[in-house]
């Protein structure tokens, strides 16, 4: 899952940024925003995390633009400002939640997982499947049959793009804007590598793979 977080406080935006990281996610940081209004309007993004107080924009316009522009991606607003007003305010103007500062990680890891759960239109459940292959978002973590998987982050991220995408071809650059993030090098073989890292991990004794190569496109998750 690709994150943008937009966050003029250095210290701040890196703490955020090497957690996420370490978590798995793909992760862009603008440090205001006219910078993050320009990264959200270019990329495509599954989370909006942005700072009330930035410089050149506030986030509170940044998100009511993001939303003017119809996008429905949801968005966190990270504030000091702890008054009910305030909340109401960030809500009414787009947010899908709001955090005071300061905040342990632990809660804000919780809130991306619930609001990354929630899909476009309609509530997602938490247990995904394909076949008899089991992918948990909410603890993540899968199984083949009864067996438990062991991923890496960048694995996990990777299996969860393409199953909640299950039986739709993705092409390279989409599972690149989403699992990695704006360094990622588009000549590389990374993603070729991560695919065969999962085939040997979830297709196990399987006579066909779980991965389609979809020439041309990209790949493509199945139930077999």
């Known amino acids: 899952m690709r994150i943008l977080v937009v966050e003029d406080e250095k210290k701040m935006a890196s703490f955020i940024e090497r957690g996420l990281h370490e978590e798995g996610y793909a992760v862009d940081v603008a440090a205001d925003g006219e910078a993050g209004w320009e990264y959200a ?10 700072d009330w ?14 939303r003017q ?6 968005v966190m607003i990270l504030t000091a400002r702890d008054a009910v ?34 899909p476009r239109e309609l509530q997602e459940e938490a247990m995904l499947k ?8 909410l603890s993540r973590k899968a199984w083949v049959g009864s067996d438990e998987i062991t991923f890496s982050q ?30 990622f090098d588009p000549m590389s073989n990374t993603i070729d590598v991560y695919i065969n890292f999962l085939r040997k991990k979830i297709d196990q004794e399987s006579a066909k793979s779980r991965i389609e190569t979809v ?10």
Not at 41 to 50: C, S
Not at 130 to 137: A, R
Not at 215 to 222: K, Q
């Open 41 to 50: 309007t270019t990329n495509e993004y599954d989370l909006v995390i942005l």
């Open 53 to 66: 107080m930035l410089p050149k924009m506030s986030g509170l316009t940044l998100c009511q633009k993001i």
């Open 69 to 74: 522009t119809g996008q429905r991606t949801p």
């Open 85 to 118: 007003e305030d909340k109401i305010k960030g809500l009414d103007q787009g947010a899908d939640d709001y955090l005071t500062k300061p905040f342990s990680f632990e809660e804000l890891l919780a809130r991306i997982r619930a609001l990354l759960r929630r």
């Open 130 to 137: 394909s076949g008899n292959l089991t992918v948990d978002l």
């Open 154 to 183: 960048k694995e996990f991220a990777l299996l969860e793009y393409l199953i909640r995408r299950k039986g739709e071809a993705v092409s390279r650059s989409q599972i690149a804007e989403h699992v990695w993030d704006l360094h």
């Open 215 to 224: 020439r041309g496109v990209g790949y493509r998750l199945v139930d077999v």
